[in-house]
């Protein structure tokens, strides 16, 4: 059985009151509700990370993620926060290679590769996006697209590392837009995710959970939820709305 993963990322939103005020109605009703089959990430800026760790501290199956780490273990690099600071504010996973990182921070393939290795170094879960742009999608070459995305970043890792890492595909086209992926879009592709996974790393892809992320709200996830590939979500927009990220987490 794959891990059910449902993990919000805020992106640069929130106060800090505006996130304890989120992450404890999350928490709230998560309990309340009694939702104990599906691991929830929250993935807030990372200033936020201590506030939320505290609040979601008594609930085993919420966690705290990061949204990014750097592709250095330390030093001079103003600005940047690395895996293992992450780790040692409780955090245990981190989005990398979420697109928004890829068209307005450059960052390369080559360069995510070292973040997904000094994220497990740090026994970090990477939850690593891939997807395709628009005129990819229009051209019909995106599953090529997205199958060079996992090997040139993924593809030397050892099969227990691999073991350990969540793909969340998430087109481009879909992210913020209002214009979810079709579920037979959604499943057609993690489908392909998956096979291209299994010629390099066999059986252990039947246990990868690849998470869908692109506009997916409470009225569209139960039927993308349904789908045989599709383990969970990485929910941006509809993640800031309690009710709305806990309906979602409760889609399956
Ligand atoms: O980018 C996303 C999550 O990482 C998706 O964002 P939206 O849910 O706002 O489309």
Known sequence: MRKKIVAGNW???GTQEEGQKLTSEIVNMVKDERISDVTVVL????VHASNVKKLIGGVDNIFLGGQNCSDKASGAYTGETSASI????GATYVIIG????????AESNAQLTEKVKLALENGLTPIFCCGEPLE?????THEEYVKD???ESLFGLSEAD??????AY???WAIGTGKTASSDQAQEMHAAIRTHLASKYGKVADGTSILYGGSCKPDNAPEIFSKPDVDGGLIGGASLKSRDFVDIIKSF
């Open 98 to 105: 979420h697109s928004e990182r890829r068209e307005y921070f």
């Open 43 to 46: 993935n807030p800026p990372f």
């Open 136 to 140: 990819i999608r229009e051209a019909g």
């Open 11 to 13: 992106k640069m939103n």
């Open 162 to 167: 691999f073991a350990k890492i969540v793909i």
């Open 170 to 172: 998430e087109p481009i």
């Open 86 to 89: 992450l780790a040692s504010f």
């Open 149 to 151: 995305q996992l090997t």
